[in-house]
């Protein structure tokens, strides 16, 4: 029983210590960032878990680790290389390890939950998590654009229900990040180009069909500014642009979200280009 005791207190140190850190590291770099990624309260998640968690793809620390997922970790890690093109593994090893600690902190901002991983984990999720995204708007923007194909690959499609899950985001502003902790050494997506296939891609997979106008207020400096995600835009699409969303309570703003879950897990058959 002894031993038992122990153990536990071991664990509970690690995390009050790690929250000491968090607490410390948030006083000496503020940020007036609002977290704009929620957690689904427990009523809702225990009565429709499939229609909250990612089954393919975890993106970001709330899903990232979860160990039925781990069977994409590898693809994620062998794309970003290839993306990236890193041909000194070491150097990239060593530009992550020291992240600095201004982005761990905008990565807690962003996030409601408080995250138990040290800032070189956070970094490593984030950075591997968001350039595997951006793969996946690229995949897609290409596959749309080639109208010889009407259908793209069994991958790429089985991840876009998971990439509008609630949890399962990752904010903009980390995005648009990621270069200048990279120490702009790597081709990291971005600018307009990326951008427009991030809301190509936003309106493609709304529920409600409208139809794009890339000169429409809902353009990617908007997207960027307000540190949106790739749902709270599909969500802005929907409600046709409501800029006091940030003052809704952070309960309603996921129940009201619940609508645009439950048509996600639907998303391919919206999509006249992801046919059989």
Known sequence: MSSNFSSNSSTSNGSHRSWAEQTKD??????????????????????????YAPRKVGLGPYHHLRPDLQLMTNKKRDTVKDLL???????FIRIVENCPISFEAKIRSCYSRSIDLDRESLAWIVIIDAIFLLHLVQAYSEKRSDHCSSSTSSSDESFLGDIVMLENQIPTLLMEEIPKV??????VPQG?????????????????????????E??????????????????????????????????????????????????????SLLGS
């Open 218 to 271: 809902l353009d990617y400096a908007m997207f960027k500014a307000r540190g949106n995600h790739i749902l709270q835009y599909v969500y802005d699409i929907c409600l046709g642009v409501d800029r006091e969303l940030e003052e809704l309570q952070e309960e309603t703003y996921v129940m009201t979200l619940d609508i645009i879950n439950t048509f996600s897990r639907n998303v391919s058959a919206m999509l």
């Open 182 to 187: 990279l120490q702009y050494k790597y081709p």
């Open 26 to 51: 948030r006083y000496r770099h503020p940020s007036d960032i609002g977290p704009s990624v929620f957690e689904v309260p427990k009523r809702l998640s225990d009565t429709k878990p499939d229609a």
């Open 85 to 91: 093109k890193i041909e000194d593994i070491e150097e």
């Open 192 to 216: 307009k180009d990326i951008g427009e296939a991030l809301c190509r891609l936003c309106y493609d997979i709304a529920p409600i069909e409208i139809e794009y106008d890339p000169n429409s």
